[in-house]
C-alpha cells in the first residue's frame, strides 16, 4: 500500500486549548503539570486524529508549547546567556522568557515565517556559543506516542535553516561555521531518537526552497553527508516547501537522504524534473494536499500527478502528502455548524485534508466502484463550485476586464497636487497624525461580542461607538494634533471589518490558526468575486468629521493586505483577486471623497510580506501590487490627499515600488529600528511626504518629549522639513489609554519644538 504522510499537525487544540491553558500558566492559575498535561492532551488528539484517518507516517515533535524555532534553540542550547540564570531555573520558565522577555532580559526577537501569517522567534547565536544537544522533547514526545501505540516519524528543523533563520550576534562566527558546529548536536538527536525506536526522521530545510548560493548547496550537501555517517539507523525525509526546489533541486536530489519531500502545490513542474533525474533508491514526498489553504483537493488532478510518479520510480518510492505542515489551517470543518451550505463543500480543514490523502492512496492502488463513487462526489462538488453564481459575477469580471491605464495615473503629478492641497487644508510644517486605531478597550470588546451574540441591540451597540469616536476627536483636539482620525472603533480587525461588508467573503466560527505562540487569528475566506454592495466607512467618517473643524482623515484596508491575511481563493490568481478589490474600495474612496473627506488612508503593512520566496518573480509581484494600490486609490481629485501606511522598515528591494505607489503621504514604522529606515532613504530622494514613526507603538513606554524631537531631527537630515509628516509607528489598538495619552501630547509637543527652531533658523537665514 503507498504510504501517506503530514507533515505536522496544527497545535493550538479543537478549540485553542494551547492558548488557554498558556494564558492560565502565565498568569499562575495553573501549575507547570497542568499545562502540560493541556499540551499532552492537544497531541494525543492529534496523533488519534490522523491515526484513525488511516495515515502511515504520523509526525510528532511538530507540537510546540510556543514555537518550534524555539524548541529547536533550546533542542541544541542557543540559549542566550540572558536567559541562563546560575541559580537553575525551571526548563519552562527559561523557555517562556525567551519567547516574552522578563523585568530584566527583553523578549528575542520574532518574525514572520516564509510567506506565511506564522511569526517565529529569530534564534541568536552570541559570541562563544557552544551548541549541545538537549534530546528531551524529540525523543520524549516519539516515546508518548508510542505509548499510545502510534509509531511517529519526528519532525527536526533541519541544522541549514535554522541557523539561516537565525542572526548571529557581534561575533566573528559566520552561519558555516555555525552550521557545521550543529550536526554533533543533530547528530546525537537522531541517535537518541533511534534508540527510542524511530526508524524515520523527518528534517524540514524549507531554506532549501530559497534562493541559494553554490556555497550554500555546498554547506547543506557537507551537513547532510556527515549527518547520515553520524546515525546510519535512521532514514531521512528531507522536507522543502512553500515553493519549488528552482535551481536547487539537482543538488537537494543528490543529498545522502532517503526521501525528499517536493511542495507540488506551490510547484508542480518540479515533479517532472525531480523524477526525470531521480537517483536510484530515493523516495519521494509528493505534496500534492495543500497545507496551506482550506479548499478541497482537485484529486484527479492530484492523483495525476502521483501516477506520473509512480510510472517512474514505482508505488515503494512515494509517499501521498500534505504540501507543506498543516499548521497553517484550521483544524476540522465539522466545527462550523453555521457554515453557508452551498459553500461548506467547496473546504477542506486539516482532518478533511487527511481524509483527501488516504482517498488518494487508496486510489493509486486500485479503481473500483466505491473509489469510482467517491472521485465523483469530488468532480461534482468542483463543477459546482466553479459554476456558482457566488463565485463568478459577470459584472465584476466584465469591470475588471475593462480596467484602463489611465485608471491608474492621478491626473496631477505630486508637485501640483502638494500645492492645491496645502490650499485647501492649510497646515503647519512637520503635521501631526496618527495611524488610524485608538485604544480598542475591555469594554468596546465586551459591547461587540454582547451585539454579535444578540444580547444587546444595534442601537446600543452604534450609541457607544459614537460615544467612543467622539471622544478620541475631542482628545486630539485637545492635545492638538493637526490631521484626526475618527479611532476604527467599529472595526474589531482590520481585514475582517472590510470582509464582512463585501461579497464574495465568508467567515468560520472556529477556523483558528496559529500567529504566534497563543495568539491566533481567524482569517475571512475569499472565496468569490468581490463586489461592495454599499459604503462601508463613509458615515463614520462623515460623524467623526461632523464634530470637529479640523481635517479628519479617512482610513482604508488595502487590497494586497485585505488578500494576504484571508484565505484567498484558489481559482483566480492573486493579481486578479487585488484587482477586484481594488475595483470595490476604489467606490469606497469616491465615497469618501464625495462625502468631504479630503484625506484618504490606504493601509498595506502586508505588501512586502505578499513578496514571493524567489526573487525572479518579485518585480512582477510588485508590479501588480503597485497597480492594485494605484487602481484603489487614483481616482481622486488632485486636492484628496492619500495616504498609506506600512509598518516594517525594510526596503531592501521594494523602495522603487513604494516611490510608484504615489501616495501623497506614506506613514512606516521606524521608532524600534532606531530610524533605519532612514539609512534605506538617505540619498534617494523620496520624491512625496513621509511620517517614519517616532513613537514606537509596540512597548507600553511613553516615550519622553526630547527622544522623539532627536529622532524627528535624525530624520530632517534625510527629508526635507516640507515633506515630513509626525506620527507614530502603528496603529493604537492594542495600547491602552493612560499610555496613548501622554504618549501623544509628547509627539505633539516634540513636534511644536522643532517646528520652532526650524522657524528660528530660517528667520536667522533671512536676517544674515
Ligand atoms: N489603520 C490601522 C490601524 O491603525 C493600521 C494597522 C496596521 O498597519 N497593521 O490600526
Ligand atoms: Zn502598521
Redesign the pocket.
Known amino acids: 500500500m503507498i504510504q501517506t504522510a503530514t507533515l505536522g499537525f496544527p497545535r493550538i487544540g479543537p478549540h485553542r486549548e494551547l492558548k488557554f491553558a498558556l494564558e492560565h500558566f502565565w498568569s499562575g492559575d495553573w501549575s507547570a503539570g497542568q499545562l502540560e498535561a493541556a499540551a499532552a492532551m492537544i497531541r494525543r488528539t492529534n496523533w488519534q486524529m490522523q491515526s484513525a484517518a488511516g495515515i502511515d507516517c504520523i509526525p510528532s515533535n511538530d507540537f510546540s508549547l510556543y514555537d518550534h524555532v524555539l524548541d529547536t534553540a533550546v533542542m541544541t542550547g542557543a540559549i542566550p546567556a540572558r536567559y541562563r540564570n546560575p541559580s537553575g531555573p525551571s526548563h519552562l520558565t527559561t523557555y517562556f522568557a525567551m519567547a516574552r522577555g522578563t523585568g530584566s532580559a527583553p523578549a528575542m526577537e520574532m518574525t514572520k515565517w516564509f510567506d506565511t501569517n506564522y511569526h517565529y522567534i529569530v534564534p541568536e547565536f552570541e559570541p562563544g556559543l557552544e551548541f549541545h544537544a538537549s534530546t528531551a522533547k524529540p525523543a520524549g514526545e516519539f516515546s508518548e506516542a508510542r505509548a499510545l501505540g502510534i509509531v511517529t516519524r519526528p519532525v527536526l528543523l533541519g541544522p541549514f535553516s535554522f541557523v539561516r533563520l537565525g542572526k548571529p550576534r557581534g561575533t566573528a562566527v559566520g552561519r558555516e561555521t555555525l552550521t557545521e558546529a550543529l550536526v554533533e548536536s543533530y547528530g546525537e538527536v537522531l541517535g537518541e531518537l533511534a534508540a527510542a525506536g524511530a526508524t524515520w526522521v523527518q528534517i524540514d530545510e524549507p531554506c532549501l526552497a530559497l534562493d541559494l548560493s553554490p556555497a550554500d548547496l555546498q554547506l547543506i550537501t557537507g551537513v547532510y553527508e556527515k549527518l547520515a555517517a553520524r546515525a546510519p539507523g535512521i532514514r531521512i525525509l528531507l522536507a522543502a516547501y512553500y515553493a519549488g526546489l528552482g535551481a536547487n533541486l539537482q543538488a537537494a536530489l543528490r543529498l545522502p537522504v532517503a526521501a525528499l519531500h517536493l511542495d507540488l502545490v506551490r510547484c508542480r513542474a518540479q515533479l517532472a524534473s525531480a523524477l526525470a533525474q531521480a537517483p536510484g533508491a530515493l523516495q519521494f514526498s509528493l505534496g500534492v494536499v495543500d497545507g496551506r489553504n482550506v479548499w478541497r483537493a482537485d484529486l484527479d488532478d492530484a492523483l495525476s500527478q502521483i501516477h506520473l510518479a509512480i510510472g517512474h520510480v514505482g508505488a515503494t518510492r512515494i509517499q501521498i502528502a500534505t504540501s507543506c505542515p498543516l499548521l497553517h489551517v484550521p483544524l476540522d470543518l465539522d466545527e462550523e455548524t453555521s457554515l453557508d451550505p452551498e459553500v461548506r463543500p467547496w473546504l477542506a480543514f486539516a482532518k478533511q485534508k487527511l481524509e483527501e490523502l488516504s482517498l488518494l492512496a487508496q486510489a493509486a492502488e486500485r479503481d473500483d466502484g466505491e473509489i469510482r463513487e467517491r472521485f465523483a462526489a469530488n468532480r461534482e462538488i468542483l463543477a459546482r463550485r466553479q459554476q456558482s453564481a457566488r463565485v463568478v459575477n459577470p459584472d465584476v469580471r466584465r469591470r475588471a476586464a475593462a480596467v484602463r491605464p489611465e485608471m491608474l495615473r492621478r491626473p496631477a503629478p505630486f508637485a501640483v497636487r502638494y500645492a492645491k492641497q496645502a490650499a485647501t487644508t492649510p497646515l503647519p510644517l512637520l503635521p501631526t497624525t ?4 485608538f485604544p480598542q478597550t475591555a469594554g468596546i470588546r465586551r459591547a461587540r461580542a454582547a451585539y454579535r451574540s444578540g444580547h444587546s441591540d444595534a442601537a446600543g451597540y452604534n450609541a457607544l461607538l459614537e460615544a467612543e469616536t467622539a471622544r478620541a476627536i475631542h482628545f486630539q483636539e485637545d492635545i492638538g494634533l493637526d490631521v484626526l ?1 475618527h479611532g ?1 472603533f467599529e ?1 474589531n480587525d ?1 481585514v475582517e471589518y472590510f470582509a464582512t461588508n463585501l461579497h464574495g467573503y465568508l467567515f468560520t466560527s472556529n477556523g483558528w490558526v496559529q500567529s504566534y505562540g497563543s495568539r491566533c487569528v481567524k482569517p475571512p475566506v475569499l472565496f468569490g468575486d468581490i463586489s461592495r454592495p454599499g459604503p462601508m466607512t463613509v458615515e463614520w467618517i462623515r460623524y467623526a468629521q461632523s464634530l470637529t473643524k479640523r481635517p479628519v482623515k479617512a ?1 482604508l ?1 488595502g487590497p494586497v ?1 485585505m488578500a494576504e491575511w484571508s484565505f484567498v481563493r484558489d481559482d483566480l490568481a492573486k493579481r486578479e483577486v487585488c484587482l477586484q478589490l481594488a475595483l470595490a474600495l476604489r467606490d469606497e474612496v469616491a465615497d469618501l471623497e464625495a462625502a468631504g473627506a479630503r484625506m484618504i ?1 490606504v ?1 498595506e ?1 502586508a505588501l512586502r510580506e505578499g513578496l514571493p520566496l524567489h526573487r525572479a518573480e518579485h518585480a512582477a509581484y510588485l508590479d501588480w501590487a503597485v497597480d492594485a494600490f494605484r487602481l484603489t486609490t487614483a481616482g481622486v481629485k488632485d486636492e484628496t490627499q492619500i495616504h498609506t ?3 516594517y522598515a525594510e526596503f531592501g528591494g521594494i523602495f522603487q515600488s513604494i516611490v510608484l505607489m504615489d501616495a501623497d503621504v506614506i506613514s512606516m514604522e521606524a521608532a524600534r529600528s532606531r530610524m533605519e529606515l532612514l539609512e534605506a532613504f538617505a540619498g534617494r530622494d523620496y520624491p512625496n511626504c513621509i511620517g517614519p514613526g517616532v513613537y514606537d507603538i509596540h512597548s507600553p513606554r511613553v516615550p519622553p518629549v526630547e527622544e522623539m524631537e532627536e529622532l524627528i531631527g535624525q530624520a530632517l537630515a534625510v527629508f526635507q522639513p516640507e515633506q515630513f509628516w509626525v506620527n507614530p509607528d ?4 492594542t495600547r491602552r489609554w493612560e499610555e496613548v495619552r501622554p504618549a501623544l501630547a509628547n509627539m505633539v509637543e516634540a513636534a511644536r519644538r522643532v517646528r520652532a527652531r526650524l522657524a528660528a533658523q530660517s528667520a536667522c537665514r533671512v536676517q544674515s
Do not use: A, W
Open positions: 496618527t495611524i488610524g486605531s482620525v476604527e472595526r482590520m482610513m484596508t493586505t488612508q493601509d503593512p501606511h506600512m509598518c502603528c496603529g493604537l489598538k
